[in-house]
Every structure is written in structure tokens, then in C-alpha cells.
């Protein structure tokens, strides 16, 4: 009978024990579905877009990682030349992601006509031709200067769209 009582405390201290092992906050992770495994890695990445006319563009990056839904590149830079302006696009870290390419970590923008831009953050969409960031930047053409806190460029028309904006302008005169 002794036997019983302790063989039933056992299978009591069990279930008890899974029970408390389930409830930990870590033991959901064990059952995750979506893990993000490399399926490829590139190192010393140089990358050309080439039309039958001409190299439009030149991608470098020092390092790049190939996940199923995305692309992840250290030290990235971009060059793009569209039409009469060169497009140069660079960060720390690049995720590359259908359509949009973030830019992540001292994200920066220039062209050939002088417009800068710096922010923690750009988003850049593929097909509209559209730089996007909802952090704060700094944009700078020669000597003027403005800072806000989102902005939206425009690469075809050459528009920009941005809120809470304080501007330098430098006026000369004559």
C-alpha cells in the first residue's frame, strides 16, 4: 500500500511539474514557426542594374544575409543614375523587402544636384521612386538647411513633402 501512496505522489509531482513547466513565459518560443534561417550570405557585395544602353545603377554592400521574405545588407551603398541626376543611398544596415528598401542606422541620401538628407530612418519604394521617413531629419541644399521631423521626397517630380520643419535659408545679397 506504501508502494501505491508513493507511486501516486510521483505522478502527482509530475503533472504538477509539466503544468509549471508550460506556464513559464520562455516556453512559447520553443513552438515558433517562423524562424528566420539565412539562406544565403554574401560578403563583398558589388551589384550592377544594366539596361541595353547603359549601367543605371551599382550596388555595393560588405556584407548581405538572404532570408525567405527578405534581404539584409551591412554597410550598404547605392548609386543610381536616373535620367539627368545621380541618386547616392547609404546606411549602416539595408533590408530590402518587395517594393521598399529600408534604410536603417545613419540612413543617408544625396544627389547630383545638391540636395542631402539624413535621418535614423529612410524607407525608399522601388517603383514609385518615393523616399519616405517618420524620424527626424536633417536636409541640407548648399547652404540652406532644414529640420523636421517626417518627411516625403519625391524623386520624380522633385517634390518634398515634410511636418514640423524648422528652416535656415542663407539669402545673399547683392
Known amino acids: 500500500m506504501a ?3 508513493f507511486y501516486f505522489g510521483i505522478a502527482i509531482f509530475s503533472v504538477a511539474m509539466v503544468i509549471l513547466a508550460v506556464q513559464t513565459p520562455y516556453f512559447g518560443d ?3 514557426e517562423e524562424l528566420d534561417i539565412a539562406s544565403l550570405e554574401m560578403e563583398k557585395i558589388i551589384d550592377y542594374e544594366v539596361t541595353p544602353a547603359k549601367i543605371t545603377s551599382k550596388y555595393e554592400a ?5 532570408y525567405s521574405n527578405k534581404d539584409e545588407f551591412i554597410n550598404f551603398v547605392g548609386h543610381t543614375i536616373d535620367d539627368d541626376v545621380n541618386h547616392t543611398m547609404s546606411s549602416n544596415i539595408a533590408v530590402l523587402q518587395g517594393d521598399e528598401v529600408w534604410f536603417i542606422d545613419d540612413a543617408r541620401y544625396s544627389s547630383s544636384d545638391a540636395f542631402n538628407y539624413i535621418s535614423d530612418e529612410i524607407v525608399y519604394n522601388r517603383v514609385t521612386k518615393i523616399v519616405t521617413s517618420n524620424k527626424p531629419f536633417t536636409l541640407w541644399q548648399y547652404e540652406n538647411n532644414v529640420t523636421g521631423l517626417t518627411i516625403k521626397h519625391d524623386l520624380k517630380t522633385k517634390q518634398t513633402f ?13
Open 3 to 5: 508502494l501505491r501512496v
Open 30 to 32: 520553443f513552438f515558433k
Open 62 to 66: 560588405k556584407k548581405g544575409v538572404r
Open 162 to 174: 515634410a511636418t514640423g520643419v524648422h528652416g535656415w535659408y542663407n539669402l545673399q545679397e547683392k
